[in-house]
């Protein structure tokens, strides 16, 4: 089973939420409406679902990481 990591850069969230829409179990927003990640790891499983959350991100925010270091988002 993979396990994948979630590289985030808050500086760079612009609160656009597409990510606490798309992956309520992983984002949630903060007092000034900006993301805040609840785990940092997910396994084969939810892969789709972290994916499209990343890519959703407008700012570019969000990256994936599989177990190699290799960058899926």
Known sequence: MAKYKIK???T???GA???VQL??????LD???????KKSEF???ELD???????SCPAHAI???DDQGKKIV
């Open 31 to 37: 007092d000034e409406g900006l993301a805040v990640m």
């Open 43 to 45: 396994t084969e499983e």
């Open 63 to 65: 990256e994936i990481y």
């Open 12 to 14: 760079k969230c612009i």
């Open 23 to 28: 992956a309520p179990d992983t984002w949630k």
């Open 8 to 10: 985030y850069n808050k």
């Open 49 to 55: 679902k972290q994916t499209k959350a990343a890519k």
């Open 17 to 19: 939420a597409t990510c």
